[in-house]
C-alpha cells in the first residue's frame, strides 16, 4: 500500500501537534482555533496522511478563573491512565506568565473538563507539558520553564515526578539547559527587569529506543533558519541528560520552502515505522500546520531525511539508519 504524503498534511492551522494512536487509527491535539466553543482541535487520521476535524477537546475554565490566568490555551497532550484519558496544558497570558494545568475526559476526543489543579504554582512562566509513563508505571511530567541562573539563560526544560495524575511531586529537576547559539531566541531580550540573550528550549518529548531514553525538543527562534529539533539521551528519565555535541539540529528551517519546523511528538505509524509529526510555518509566517516526515535510527541516534515539502514516503528509511523494535512508544 502507498503510503505517499506531501507536507503540510493538514492544510489549516494546527499548532504544537501530540498524536495519540487509538483503535481507529490517530488523533491529533494542537493548539489553534476553538471548535464548537472548546478548547484545541482533534484531527482524526487512519494512517497520519488523510486527517479530518473531529470536533474540540478542552472545555474552557470558567470566566473567574480564566480572568485571572489569561485566555493563551498552549500544546495539549493526553495520556490514558486508570481507563480516563488526562490532557496536560498551559494557560496564561504575557503579562501573567504561564502555568501547567490537567483536565480528564472518559473518551479520547472528550469532552475533558479541566481538574481545579495548577501543577506548577512555583513557576512564573511554564509550558509545553509532555506526560511520559516508564517501564516501571512511574509516570514524569516533562515541560519547559524560565531559569535566570547559568551560562545560558533562557527557556529550558525540566521535569518532574507524577505523585499521581493531577499531582507533581514538587521537586522539579533541571534535564537540558541551552549550550549552542542556534538556541538563542533573541540577543538583547528585556525580559524581568533584565536585559539577556534570551535562549529557548521547548516542547520536550520523550521515547526509549535502542535501549536508552530520548528526548526530541524544539530550540531557538522560529524566524531564524537555524530554528529546528534537536535531541538529547539518558539512561534515566531524571538524567543526566547528553546532547550530541558538533551535529546539526535533526530538523531545521529550509529558506525558501519551511519555516521554523518543531514542536513534534513521535508515533508509530500504521508500518511500524516511527514518524516525527511536527509543525512548520506557512510561507507567509501567518499558521503553522501539521507536516510528518519518518524517523530512523542509526548507532549515533535518530535520522530524519527533513523537513520535506515535496512528495515523499512514509515507509521510507532516512538514509544510513535503519528501524530499531519498538520500546514504550
Known amino acids: 500500500m502507498s503510503r505517499s504524503y506531501r507536507n503540510p498534511v493538514h492544510p489549516e492551522y494546527f499548532a504544537d501537534p501530540f498524536v495519540l494512536p487509538v483503535d481507529d487509527g490517530y488523533l491529533a491535539f494542537g493548539t489553534g482555533a476553538r471548535v464548537a466553543g472548546r478548547v484545541f482541535e482533534i484531527l482524526r487520521s487512519p494512517d497520519l496522511v488523510h486527517w479530518e476535524s473531529a470536533g474540540g477537546a478542552l472545555e474552557p475554565l470558567p470566566a473567574p478563573l480564566a480572568d485571572r490566568l489569561g485566555g493563551d490555551y498552549w500544546a495539549p497532550e493526553v495520556a490514558e491512565a486508570d481507563g480516563r484519558w488526562w490532557m496536560y496544558y498551559s494557560v496564561g497570558r504575557a503579562d501573567t506568565g504561564h502555568s501547567l494545568r490537567v483536565a480528564v475526559a472518559d473518551e479520547p476526543t472528550g469532552p475533558y473538563r479541566d481538574c481545579g489543579v495548577d501543577l506548577t504554582p512555583s513557576e ?81 518529548f520523550v521515547c526509549r529506543r ?61 508500518d511500524g515505522q516511527d514518524v516525527l509529526v ?52
Not at 149 to 163: F, I, Q
Not at 227 to 255: C, F, I, K, M
Open 124 to 204: 512564573h512562566f511554564a509550558i509545553d507539558p509532555h506526560p511520559f509513563r516508564d517501564a516501571d508505571g512511574t509516570w514524569y511530567l516533562f515541560y519547559a520553564r524560565d531559569v535566570l541562573e547559568g551560562p545560558r539563560v533562557g527557556t529550558m526544560l525540566a521535569v518532574d515526578v507524577m505523585e499521581d495524575m493531577t499531582r507533581l511531586a514538587g521537586r522539579p529537576t533541571a534535564v537540558l539547559a541551552p549550550s549552542s547559539d542556534w538556541q538563542i531566541f533573541r540577543r538583547d531580550r528585556a525580559m524581568y527587569g533584565q536585559v539577556y540573550d534570551w535562549h529557548t528550549l521547548e516542547g520536550p
Open 210 to 270: 535502542q535501549g536508552r531514553y530520548m528526548m526530541f525538543y524544539s530550540g531557538g527562534n522560529w524566524e531564524e533558519p537555524t530554528y529546528g529539533v534537536g535531541w538529547a539521551s539518558a539512561d534515566h528519565p531524571l538524567g543526566p541528560w547528553t546532547e550530541p555535541q558538533g551535529r546539526d539540529p535533526l530538523l531545521h528551517s529550509v529558506p525558501g520552502h519551511v519555516v521554523g519546523p518543531g514542536h513534534n511528538s513521535l508515533v508509530v505509524g500504521p
Open 278 to 329: 511536527y509543525h512548520a510555518w506557512d510561507a507567509a509566517g501567518t499558521a503553522r500546520r501539521l507536516c510528518i516526515d519518518p524517523v530512523g535510527w542509526s548507532p549515533e541516534g535518530p535520522v530524519v531525511d527533513g523537513p520535506t515539502w515535496e512528495e515523499a514516503d512514509l515507509r521510507r528509511l532516512p538514509a544510513g539508519s535503519a528501524a530499531v523494535a519498538k520500546v514504550d512508544p
